[in-house]
T-cell receptor, first 116, second 111 residues
Framework: ETGVTQTPRHLVMGMTNKKSLKCEQH?????MYWYKQSAKKPLELMFV???????ENNSVPSRFSPECPNSSHLFLHLHTLQPEDSALYLC???????????????FGEGSRLTVL | RKEVEQDPGPFNVPEGATVAFNCTYS??????FFWYRQDCRKEPKLLMS???SGNEDGRFTAQLNRASQYISLLIRDSKLSDSATYLC????????????FGQGTELSVKP
Protein backbone atom coordinates (compact mmCIF):
# COMPACT_ATOMS: atom_id res chain seq x y z
CA GLU A 1 0.00 0.00 0.00
CA THR A 2 1.37 3.42 -0.94
CA GLY A 3 1.87 5.97 1.81
CA VAL A 4 -0.29 8.63 0.16
CA THR A 5 -3.40 7.65 -1.77
CA GLN A 6 -5.50 9.89 -3.97
CA THR A 7 -8.95 9.38 -5.46
CA PRO A 8 -10.18 9.59 -8.10
CA ARG A 9 -7.17 9.01 -10.34
CA HIS A 10 -8.98 10.54 -13.30
CA LEU A 11 -11.83 13.04 -13.36
CA VAL A 12 -13.66 14.71 -16.22
CA MET A 13 -16.05 17.48 -15.31
CA GLY A 14 -18.02 20.25 -16.90
CA MET A 15 -17.56 23.86 -15.91
CA THR A 16 -20.74 23.90 -13.85
CA ASN A 17 -20.08 20.69 -11.91
CA LYS A 18 -19.05 20.34 -8.29
CA LYS A 19 -16.60 17.57 -7.48
CA SER A 20 -14.02 16.76 -4.83
CA LEU A 21 -10.57 15.24 -4.81
CA LYS A 22 -9.58 13.13 -1.82
CA CYS A 23 -6.19 12.41 -0.32
CA GLU A 24 -5.25 10.14 2.57
CA GLN A 25 -1.81 9.66 4.08
CA HIS A 26 -0.81 6.61 6.14
CA UNK A 27 2.61 7.89 7.21
CA UNK A 28 1.74 9.70 10.44
CA UNK A 29 2.89 13.03 9.02
CA UNK A 30 1.79 16.40 10.38
CA UNK A 31 1.63 18.39 7.15
CA MET A 32 -0.30 17.92 3.90
CA TYR A 33 -0.18 19.80 0.62
CA TRP A 34 -1.98 20.28 -2.68
CA TYR A 35 0.15 20.92 -5.77
CA LYS A 36 -0.92 21.59 -9.34
CA GLN A 37 1.18 20.24 -12.21
CA SER A 38 0.50 21.54 -15.72
CA ALA A 39 2.42 20.49 -18.81
CA LYS A 40 5.86 22.10 -19.13
CA LYS A 41 5.38 24.15 -15.95
CA PRO A 42 6.87 23.70 -12.46
CA LEU A 43 4.80 22.19 -9.72
CA GLU A 44 2.72 24.96 -8.21
CA LEU A 45 2.03 24.88 -4.50
CA MET A 46 -1.65 25.56 -3.86
CA PHE A 47 -2.34 24.90 -0.18
CA VAL A 48 -0.45 23.76 2.88
CA UNK A 49 -1.98 22.37 6.05
CA UNK A 50 0.19 22.02 9.10
CA UNK A 51 -1.36 20.28 12.11
CA UNK A 52 -4.74 20.62 10.36
CA UNK A 53 -4.43 24.38 10.12
CA UNK A 54 -4.13 26.04 6.73
CA UNK A 55 -0.85 27.88 6.75
CA GLU A 56 -0.51 28.75 3.10
CA ASN A 57 -2.83 29.69 0.29
CA ASN A 58 -0.89 30.67 -2.78
CA SER A 59 -3.39 33.08 -4.31
CA VAL A 60 -5.48 30.21 -5.53
CA PRO A 61 -8.88 31.14 -7.05
CA SER A 62 -11.85 30.56 -4.78
CA ARG A 63 -13.23 27.92 -7.14
CA PHE A 64 -10.70 25.64 -5.39
CA SER A 65 -11.60 25.04 -1.75
CA PRO A 66 -9.45 22.83 0.49
CA GLU A 67 -10.58 20.97 3.58
CA CYS A 68 -8.46 19.14 6.14
CA PRO A 69 -10.71 17.38 8.68
CA ASN A 70 -7.76 15.64 10.39
CA SER A 71 -4.05 15.11 9.91
CA SER A 72 -4.56 12.08 7.66
CA HIS A 73 -7.14 13.41 5.23
CA LEU A 74 -7.18 16.28 2.77
CA PHE A 75 -9.83 17.27 0.26
CA LEU A 76 -9.91 19.69 -2.64
CA HIS A 77 -13.43 20.80 -3.50
CA LEU A 78 -13.89 21.97 -7.08
CA HIS A 79 -16.66 24.27 -8.29
CA THR A 80 -17.24 26.09 -11.61
CA LEU A 81 -13.78 25.32 -12.91
CA GLN A 82 -12.34 26.60 -16.18
CA PRO A 83 -10.71 24.57 -18.97
CA GLU A 84 -7.32 26.02 -17.98
CA ASP A 85 -7.70 24.29 -14.62
CA SER A 86 -7.15 20.96 -16.38
CA ALA A 87 -3.98 19.52 -14.84
CA LEU A 88 -2.56 16.85 -12.58
CA TYR A 89 -3.35 17.60 -8.94
CA LEU A 90 -0.87 16.08 -6.55
CA CYS A 91 -1.32 15.61 -2.85
CA UNK A 92 1.75 15.29 -0.62
CA UNK A 93 2.56 14.87 3.03
CA UNK A 94 5.64 15.48 5.14
CA UNK A 95 6.82 15.66 8.71
CA UNK A 96 7.56 19.24 9.70
CA UNK A 97 10.00 20.05 12.50
CA UNK A 98 9.42 22.51 15.35
CA UNK A 99 10.36 25.45 13.11
CA UNK A 100 7.95 24.33 10.43
CA UNK A 101 10.65 23.13 8.07
CA UNK A 102 9.64 20.39 5.73
CA UNK A 103 11.19 16.98 5.56
CA UNK A 104 10.95 14.83 2.49
CA UNK A 105 7.71 15.22 0.58
CA UNK A 106 5.81 12.03 -0.15
CA PHE A 107 3.44 12.41 -3.08
CA GLY A 108 0.33 10.56 -4.07
CA GLU A 109 -0.03 9.35 -7.66
CA GLY A 110 -2.18 12.35 -8.50
CA SER A 111 -5.66 13.05 -9.80
CA ARG A 112 -5.72 13.96 -13.48
CA LEU A 113 -8.47 16.50 -14.00
CA THR A 114 -9.99 17.47 -17.33
CA VAL A 115 -12.44 20.36 -17.44
CA LEU A 116 -14.61 20.50 -20.53
CA ARG B 1 13.52 35.72 -12.96
CA LYS B 2 12.24 32.25 -12.07
CA GLU B 3 12.85 31.17 -8.47
CA VAL B 4 14.34 27.87 -9.60
CA GLU B 5 15.57 27.42 -13.14
CA GLN B 6 16.78 24.23 -14.80
CA ASP B 7 18.25 23.21 -18.15
CA PRO B 8 15.25 22.99 -20.49
CA GLY B 9 16.14 19.58 -21.93
CA PRO B 10 15.29 17.02 -23.08
CA PHE B 11 18.57 15.20 -22.81
CA ASN B 12 18.90 12.17 -25.07
CA VAL B 13 21.95 10.05 -24.21
CA PRO B 14 23.19 6.51 -24.92
CA GLU B 15 23.49 3.93 -22.16
CA GLY B 16 26.72 4.32 -20.24
CA ALA B 17 26.98 8.05 -20.85
CA THR B 18 27.64 10.62 -18.15
CA VAL B 19 25.05 13.37 -17.98
CA ALA B 20 24.96 16.54 -15.89
CA PHE B 21 21.96 18.64 -14.94
CA ASN B 22 22.26 22.25 -13.84
CA CYS B 23 19.97 24.32 -11.68
CA THR B 24 20.11 27.91 -10.45
CA TYR B 25 18.03 29.55 -7.73
CA SER B 26 17.27 33.19 -7.15
CA UNK B 27 16.76 33.40 -3.38
CA UNK B 28 20.13 33.64 -1.65
CA UNK B 29 18.43 32.80 1.65
CA UNK B 30 17.66 29.30 0.45
CA UNK B 31 18.42 26.74 3.09
CA UNK B 32 17.84 23.23 1.75
CA PHE B 33 18.27 21.68 -1.64
CA PHE B 34 17.03 18.47 -3.22
CA TRP B 35 16.77 16.53 -6.43
CA TYR B 36 13.49 14.72 -7.06
CA ARG B 37 12.82 12.25 -9.84
CA GLN B 38 9.50 11.94 -11.67
CA ASP B 39 8.87 9.01 -13.98
CA CYS B 40 6.41 9.41 -16.85
CA ARG B 41 2.85 9.68 -15.52
CA LYS B 42 4.02 9.04 -11.97
CA GLU B 43 4.46 11.15 -8.87
CA PRO B 44 7.75 12.87 -7.94
CA LYS B 45 10.00 11.00 -5.49
CA LEU B 46 13.03 12.21 -3.58
CA LEU B 47 16.25 11.17 -5.30
CA MET B 48 18.73 12.83 -2.95
CA SER B 49 19.32 15.81 -0.74
CA UNK B 50 22.16 18.18 -1.67
CA UNK B 51 24.67 19.14 1.00
CA UNK B 52 27.17 21.99 1.00
CA SER B 53 30.11 19.62 0.85
CA GLY B 54 28.63 17.71 -2.07
CA ASN B 55 27.37 14.18 -1.76
CA GLU B 56 27.35 10.97 -3.69
CA ASP B 57 24.95 8.04 -3.84
CA GLY B 58 26.20 5.31 -6.15
CA ARG B 59 26.24 6.66 -9.68
CA PHE B 60 24.68 9.97 -8.61
CA THR B 61 26.65 12.99 -7.40
CA ALA B 62 25.09 16.25 -6.24
CA GLN B 63 26.99 19.52 -5.83
CA LEU B 64 26.01 22.86 -4.34
CA ASN B 65 27.69 26.22 -4.92
CA ARG B 66 26.09 28.76 -2.60
CA ALA B 67 28.13 31.67 -3.91
CA SER B 68 26.88 31.10 -7.45
CA GLN B 69 23.44 29.86 -6.30
CA TYR B 70 23.94 26.80 -8.42
CA ILE B 71 23.13 23.11 -7.93
CA SER B 72 24.15 20.20 -10.14
CA LEU B 73 23.38 16.52 -10.49
CA LEU B 74 25.78 14.17 -12.25
CA ILE B 75 24.73 10.71 -13.36
CA ARG B 76 27.53 8.34 -14.34
CA ASP B 77 27.16 5.17 -16.42
CA SER B 78 23.53 5.98 -17.20
CA LYS B 79 21.01 3.14 -17.40
CA LEU B 80 17.78 2.83 -19.36
CA SER B 81 15.97 2.98 -16.01
CA ASP B 82 17.38 6.47 -15.36
CA SER B 83 14.99 7.84 -17.99
CA ALA B 84 12.77 10.29 -16.12
CA THR B 85 12.32 13.97 -15.38
CA TYR B 86 14.68 15.37 -12.76
CA LEU B 87 13.33 18.16 -10.57
CA CYS B 88 15.53 20.65 -8.73
CA UNK B 89 13.92 21.71 -5.44
CA UNK B 90 14.91 24.54 -3.13
CA UNK B 91 13.65 25.53 0.31
CA UNK B 92 14.08 29.25 1.04
CA UNK B 93 14.99 30.01 4.66
CA UNK B 94 12.66 32.98 4.82
CA UNK B 95 9.61 31.16 3.49
CA UNK B 96 9.07 28.80 6.38
CA UNK B 97 10.33 25.67 4.74
CA UNK B 98 8.17 25.92 1.64
CA UNK B 99 9.61 23.90 -1.25
CA UNK B 100 10.06 25.57 -4.64
CA PHE B 101 10.24 23.25 -7.65
CA GLY B 102 12.03 23.85 -10.93
CA GLN B 103 10.25 22.93 -14.14
CA GLY B 104 12.30 19.74 -14.49
CA THR B 105 14.74 18.38 -17.05
CA GLU B 106 13.73 15.31 -19.00
CA LEU B 107 16.30 12.57 -19.53
CA SER B 108 15.94 9.80 -22.07
CA VAL B 109 18.57 7.05 -22.05
CA LYS B 110 18.67 5.03 -25.25
CA PRO B 111 20.14 1.54 -25.81
Amino acid sequence: ETGVTQTPRHLVMGMTNKKSLKCEQHLGHNAMYWYKQSAKKPLELMFVYSLEERVENNSVPSRFSPECPNSSHLFLHLHTLQPEDSALYLCASSQEDMRGYTGELFFGEGSRLTVL
Amino acid sequence: RKEVEQDPGPFNVPEGATVAFNCTYSNSASQSFFWYRQDCRKEPKLLMSVYSSGNEDGRFTAQLNRASQYISLLIRDSKLSDSATYLCVVSPYNQGGKLIFGQGTELSVKP
